[in-house]
C-alpha cells in the first residue's frame, strides 16, 4: 500500500528527448514536491505545489515542467534532455498548515541521459 | 534557513547506542529540528522532530541542548538496517505553513557486525 508511488523507477534516454516522471500520493496530503539528488548526492528542491498552485520554484531551468492535475498528482516533464539531468528525481508529499513538516518521499527515478 | 553542521560519517557496533550530533548554531526561535535518513537506494525517511524539549519515538529519541544550538540523535540499539545517511534539517516556514526542507550532506552512519 504505497504512500508516494513514481513511475518510472528507472529511466535510460538520449540527450535532446523529452521525458515525464508520475508521481501519485494516497495520502491525502494537500503538498507535494520534487527533489533531484545529484551524483553528489546532494538532494535539492526543484518544486512545491499546494493544491494545484505552485508555490515553490527553485530557479530550475523552463525545460522542467511541473503538471500538477490533481492534488494527489504531481508529474514532472523535462524538455530537451541534457547529461547534466542525470539524476535520481524524488517526488514527496506533506500535509500543508501543521508543525509536523513531515515529507514522505517516494522511491526516486533514477534517469540517466546518454 | 539555519546552517546545520553534522560530521560527514560515523561507525557504530551492532546493538550499541548511535549517537549523531548535529551543530545549528544560528537557529532561530521559532525553527524546528528535524531528522532525516536515507537508506541506500531508497527515498528518505522522516525520524522525528523537536523545537526545544526532547522527543522519543519508537525510532529514535533526539536530544537539543538548552541553548538549541546543537542536538543528538540517539538510535538506542543500531541495527544493521540503521546503516544510512542522517539528514539534521532546521526547517524554516513561510507565510500559510509552507515547508521548504533542505538537506544537507548528513553523516553517513555505518553499523558494523
Known amino acids: 500500500d504505497t504512500a508516494v508511488s513514481q513511475t518510472p523507477k528507472y529511466l535510460v534516454t538520449q540527450m535532446g528527448n523529452d521525458k515525464s516522471i508520475k508521481c501519485e500520493q494516497n495520502l491525502g496530503h494537500d503538498t507535494m514536491y520534487w527533489y533531484k539528488q545529484d551524483s553528489k548526492k546532494f538532494l535539492k528542491i526543484m518544486f512545491s505545489?499546494?493544491?494545484?498552485?505552485?508555490?515553490i520554484n527553485e530557479t530550475v531551468p523552463n525545460r522542467f515542467s511541473p503538471k500538477s492535475p490533481d492534488k494527489a498528482h504531481l508529474n514532472l516533464h523535462i524538455n530537451s534532455l541534457e547529461l547534466g539531468d542525470s539524476a535520481v528525481y524524488f517526488c514527496a508529499s506533506s500535509p500543508r498548515g501543521v508543525n509536523t513538516g513531515e515529507l514522505f518521499f517516494g522511491e526516486g527515478s533514477r534517469l540517466t541521459v546518454l | 534557513d539555519a546552517k546545520t553542521t553534522q560530521p560527514p560519517s560515523m561507525d557504530c557496533a551492532e546493538g550499541r547506542a548511535a549517537n549523531l550530533p548535529c551543530n545549528h548554531s544560528?537557529?532561530?526561535?521559532?525553527?524546528?529540528v528535524y531528522w532525516y535518513r536515507q537508506i541506500h537506494s531508497q527515498g528518505p525517511q522522516y525520524i522525528i522532530h523537536g523545537l526545544k524539549n526532547n522527543e522519543t519515538n519508537e525510532m529514535a529519541s533526539l536530544i537539543i541542548t538548552e541553548d538549541r544550538k546543537s542536538s543528538t540523535l540517539i538510535l538506542p540499539h543500531a541495527t544493521l538496517r540503521d546503516t544510512a545517511v542522517y539528514y539534521c534539517i532546521v526547517r524554516s516556514t513561510k507565510s500559510g505553513g509552507y515547508q521548504k526542507v533542505t538537506f544537507g550532506i548528513g553523516t553517513k552512519l555505518q553499523v558494523i557486525p
Open positions: 544560528t537557529i532561530s526561535g521559532n525553527e524546528y
Open positions: 505545489y499546494n493544491n494545484k498552485e505552485l508555490i
